[in-house]
T-cell receptor, first 115, second 116 residues
Framework: GENVEQHPSTLSVQEGDSAVIKCTYSDSASNYFPWYKQELGKRPQLIIDIRSNVGEKKDQRIAVTLNKTAKHFSLHITETQPEDSAVYFCAAREMSGGSNYKLTFGKGTLLTVNP | GAVVSQHPSWVICKSGTSVKIECRSLDFQATTMFWYRQFPKQSLMLMATSNEGSKATYEQGVEKDKFLINHASLTLSTLTVTSAHPEDSSFYIC????????????FGPGTRLLVL
């Protein structure tokens, strides 16, 4: 099955700086890669996603890049704000299992933005 | 947007009792729902996938007789933790996928279970 590695596990930045979180996946057939933000005790919220036919996607201060050849994708947050502090999970969608298309999650990155 | 609710939000029970958790898609039909378990400071671990009207598919290592899943309608899935023990204490989160789209999953707010 799919294996997703995520780095770093913790990341601390100063407000206004950029933050980058990186993930690698093992199944070359995976074709959908979402990123979720989870605040303490709350549900994961989808913040951005990318499909394998696209190399980069941007939404305001958030961008995701995908390198299919190297099988890695990254989340970029610019001009970070204290409210960006949370745990971020990357995920890859497995193509096996018929129509279930289950997501495999990375272990998460705790991002702390210091004012 | 797509909203998923879960009930209860937290539950405390005695060891040996069964607990039922409901997951509802409020404004869309979800042909597929997923149940996850999350330990403190850890990632989301998929327990099972349920499709409306059919038996759930359990991940390796998850006891299907202990974690009963029922997906009776396009808007409701339930997870029953049978004969709960302290090691079953965890944060359980459901997720639903919108009908007609095979990608986007929306998560419920989670249920925190504490077994004494």
């Amino acid at each position: 099955g799919e294996n997703v590695e995520q780095h770093p596990s913790t990341l601390s930045v100063q407000e206004g700086d950029s933050a980058v979180i990186k993930c690698t996946y093992s199944d070359s057939a995976s074709n959908y890669f979402p990123w979720y933000k989870q605040e303490l005790g709350k549900r994961p919220q989808l913040i951005i996603d990318i499909r394998s036919n696209v190399g980069e996607k941007k939404d305001q201060r958030i961008a995701v890049t995908l390198n299919k050849t190297a099988k890695h994708f990254s989340l970029h947050i610019t001009e970070t704000q204290p409210e960006d502090s949370a745990v971020y999970f990357c995920a890859a969608r497995e193509m096996s299992g018929g129509s279930n298309y289950k997501l495999t999650f990375g272990k998460g990155t705790l991002l702390t933005v210091n004012p | 947007g797509a909203v998923v609710s879960q009930h209860p939000s937290w539950v405390i029970c005695k060891s040996g009792t069964s607990v039922k958790i409901e997951c509802r898609s409020l404004d869309f039909q979800a042909t597929t729902m997923f149940w996850y378990r999350q330990f403190p400071k850890q990632s989301l671990m998929l327990m099972a996938t349920s499709n409306e009207g059919s038996k759930a598919t359990y991940e390796q290592g998850v006891e299907k007789d202990k974690f009963l899943i029922n997906h009776a309608s396009l808007t409701l899935s339930t997870l029953t933790v049978t004969s709960a023990h302290p090691e079953d204490s965890s944060f359980y989160i459901c997720s639903a996928r919108t009908r007609g789209r095979t990608e986007t999953q929306y998560f419920g707010p989670g249920t925190r279970l504490l077994v004494l």
